[in-house]
């Protein structure tokens, strides 16, 4: 109450500072009991406020680019440092803490899920998230519309966790989404679409076509798939499939690719499992161990 009455007499404005600051706050504080005034202030925020502006960014990187040229990281950081994204995780917050305020919050969550801005549609599936645990058709639904016109929000650090939830029991709705990642033309992105499908193909033996344009792809398609065979190596129920995956890449011509094989023996179980005899010989006579031998010299 004491907070609310100080935003009361001097909060009251909706300038960018003042208006992120009040996001802030209420997100920091979302276990509190805020009044339905004070709710409705961070609903409006997220559906109206100006900031931030078409094309615009709050935080830079390093050139003049827009939003639309930028990297998935720096629209990321911009998420949190713009009024109606700072209010999308307030939002989600909130609702975190206050499951029955779903219907309060859902037409702005809406608003948020369609964002002309895609740092706020970044922001917007801290919400979504949350609306997993109480709504998951109705979440993966605002997920597909999130990531629809920007590949880039599907590939953000909030987004990417989710497709774990999502598949296998909506692959009809989100493996579009996966698809058009992995033929992407921006680099990162395609990294992480190939990421998903080799993940889907090996998981439930989705994507069998794009994996295997991928395994013969760009070298950011190449890098996402040795990367997921990498990381799995050592999980039994996988590593078969793995090891016949990461074969194809100890030579491949591109060394961006080989190095996604650098860590694959960090679980030293690998070096004594005779299963792994033959690829592990295999790997010493190859290029990407003549590239860096300590990685797996370490290991030993």
């Given at each position: ?155 953000s650090p909030r987004a990417f966790p989710l497709f774990n939830y999502i598949v296998p029991s909506h692959i009809d ?22 990421q998903q499908v080799t993940a889907r193909w090996l998981f439930d033996c989705f994507f069998e076509n794009e994996f295997a344009t991928c395994c013969q792809g ?83």
């Amino acid at each position: 109450q004491i907070v609310e009455a100080v935003l009361e007499k001097y909060g009251a404005d909706s300038e960018q500072d003042t208006a992120l600051s009040f996001c802030q706050l209420v997100g920091e504080r979302a276990d509190e009991s805020w009044s339905d005034k004070s709710i409705s202030k961070l609903l409006h925020y997220a559906r109206n406020h100006p900031d931030p502006e078409p094309g615009k960014l709050n935080i830079h990187s390093d050139s003049d680019e827009n939003s639309d040229e930028v990297t998935v990281d720096v629209l990321f950081v911009n998420a949190a440092y713009c009024v109606r994204g700072a209010a999308a995780i307030a939002i989600s917050r909130l609702l975190w803490e206050h499951n029955d305020r779903l219907e309060q919050v859902r037409s702005s969550i809406e608003s948020l899920v369609s964002d002309p801005h895609p740092a706020v549609r970044m922001a917007a599936i801290e919400a979504i998230k949350v609306v997993f645990n109480i709504d998951k058709d109705l979440a993966v639904s605002w997920f597909c519309k999130a990531c629809r016109d920007d590949l880039r929000v599907a590939a953000s650090p909030r987004a990417f966790p989710l497709f774990n939830y999502i598949v296998p029991s909506h692959i009809d709705q989100v493996g579009p989404v996966i698809q058009h990642m992995a033929a992407s033309s921006l680099d990162e992105v395609a990294f992480m679409g190939a990421q998903q499908v080799t993940a889907r193909w090996l998981f439930d033996c989705f994507f069998e076509n794009e994996f295997a344009t991928c395994c013969q792809g760009t070298v950011p398609q190449r890098k996402g798939v040795a990367n997921v065979a990498a990381a799995l190596l050592h999980n039994k129920k996988y590593s078969p499939q793995c090891q016949q995956i990461l074969c194809k890449f100890m030579n491949d011509p591109d060394k961006e690719v080989r190095d996604e094989l650098r860590g694959m023996f960090r679980n030293q179980n690998l070096i004594i499992d005779t299963e792994c005899t033959a690829f592990i010989k295999a790997y010493i006579e190859s290029l990407a161990f003549a590239d860096d031998p300590n990685h797996f010299v370490l290991s030993l």
